[in-house]
């Protein structure tokens, strides 16, 4: 997984850096096929942002959240992402029916 950090008006410290990375586990946990991951801290006066695109095999997913404080953005962020992560997983089980026993020997 390629993971790309990118702040605006904000430098990105080796803290933040190791909490998104932490965060982004949780993530992977899920899904296996994750190919990138660009995330973008901003700050805009007293609004703290933070935007995250995921590249998956076969979906790219865009989530972002706003907040007072950089964590709970990223916190947000890592909700509405694992929310958006796990829709797509579901949607990626196969939906026919399991082949009756009988139809499976013949």
Do not use: C, W
């Amino acid at each position: 997984m390629n993971l790309k950090i990118t702040g605006l008006h904000l430098d990105v410290t080796p803290a933040l850096r190791d909490y998104i990375e932490s965060k982004l586990e949780r993530i992977t946990r899920h899904v296996d096929n994750v190919i990138g991951v660009n995330v973008t801290l901003s700050v805009d006066k007293l609004v703290q942002k933070a935007e995250v695109n995921v590249h998956l095999a076969g979906k790219d997913i865009h989530a972002e959240a706003t907040e007072a404080d950089m964590y709970a953005a990223i916190d947000l962020l890592t909700d509405k992402l694992d929310r958006q992560v796990l829709k797509f997983k579901e949607k990626q089980v196969e939906h026919r029916a399991p082949v009756p026993q009988e139809q499976a020997s013949l």
